[in-house]
């Protein structure tokens, strides 16, 4: 069974358009739901090694990263109601916010550890964002 913390190995795959023949990197071919973070956040790392990645391989949705390109799949996240579009991270790339039901989460990438920042009974909450400080 998979989890939190498990891996997967590479699913990379360097494609060719037939039309412009420009390079496409394909990063995950699991026959489930993988997209990146919402469009106003960055998938990458500050280093640019590292993309996170939502994915249900497991049924729900769950945060994953991936080292670029062609690196080892991690699952990040474990459990139900976790806003698919909701992952922001840090201006270090150490930390990863999300939303699960009516409270906004810190997901340490390191150990994994996950902190409830806030809970907002009876809300639900859409994607994370941090201000300009951090």
Request: aromatic content about 10%; proline content about 5%.
């Amino acid at each position: 069974m998979q989890g939190k913390g498990s891996c997967w190995p590479s699913e990379y795959q360097r494609l060719s358009d037939d039309k412009t023949g420009a390079v496409v990197h394909q990063l995950t071919q699991h026959p489930s739901i993988n997209h990146n973070l919402y469009f106003l956040n960055r998938s990458f790392t500050p280093d640019g090694r590292t993309v996170i990645l939502t994915s249900y391989r497991d049924g729900d949705p769950n945060l994953f990263e991936l080292a670029f390109p062609d690196g080892q799949i991690r699952q990040l996240t474990e459990g139900p109601q976790l806003h698919p579009f909701s992952a922001c991270l840090s201006q270090s790339g150490e930390a990863v916010y999300f939303t699960r039901a009516g409270s906004i989460w810190k997901l340490t990438r390191t150990s994994l550890e996950e902190t409830c920042l806030a809970t907002f009974e009876g809300s639900q909450l859409g994607e994370c964002n941090l201000s300009h400080t951090g």
